[in-house]
């Protein structure tokens, strides 16, 4: 049986191990303490009856802009043995609830490969993101992403489009969510993690699809 609680400084490299298994989207140890110490409420982990951390979502506030408050969501993943069992959607929503409350968040945003049929399905029919827009070439390896949006309530979501006016007509077309239906599925996809920027590439330890060695081009969020 899994348990989930906050993660602390502790499950760091246990964290690290995870996503260096399941995702391409790779990151330095720094980054992660970086996270720990910035929005300690917002890494959540689940464990096993041993004690083994078999997932966790790394997510932090972005602050730059004062009228857009918002969560977002880094990193997510579950190892293999420990699908199925709802543990991702039990960790999003833990820490999704830790960005509404802690932190009066209006809203979590993420990126998703478009081909990650796995990951998108639970973003849009378990936990009610939305496609806000899509990014061309986002990845290491040039793969568009999703951008995906899940607002906390009804109340928000109507200030920010009168705010802000409608989501652009494009990133929401019933073309652009076909063509990822149909994309090509990975092989026991994982929820996907987020791209580097270029300095956390830059400073990638090991290997992996997402390694900096690649010289391929990156996007910053």
Known sequence: MATLR??????????????????????????YFFHA????????????SQGKLVG????????????D???????????RQS????????????????????????YASLHVRVTNRAAYSLYKHTLGYRIHD????YYADKEDAFSMRNYFSPEKRKMKKA?????PPSATSEKAVAKAEEGKNSADAAPSGEAK????????????????????KKKKR
């Open 69 to 79: 408050h918002h969560g977002h969501v880094t990193s997510v993943a579950v190892l």
């Open 37 to 48: 110490v910035s929005w300690p409420q917002l890494l959540s982990v689940s464990h096993d």
């Open 197 to 216: 920027t270029e300095e956390e590439s830059k400073s990638q330890e090991g290997g992996g699809a997402g390694a900096s060695s690649s010289g391929k």
């Open 134 to 137: 899509i990014d061309k070439e």
């Open 163 to 167: 705010a802000s006016g409608p989501d």
């Open 83 to 106: 699908r199925k069992l709802g543990l991702a959607s039990k960790l999003m929503n833990m820490t999704q609830h830790a960005m509404e409350e802690v932190f009066d968040a209006d």
């Open 6 to 31: 906050r993660a602390d400084v502790f499950d760091l490299f246990a964290m690290q191990n995870a996503n260096f298994i399941n995702l391409p989207e790779n990151y330095i140890m720094k980054y």
């Open 56 to 67: 966790y979502v790394l997510a932090k506030l972005e602050e730059d802009d004062p009228t």
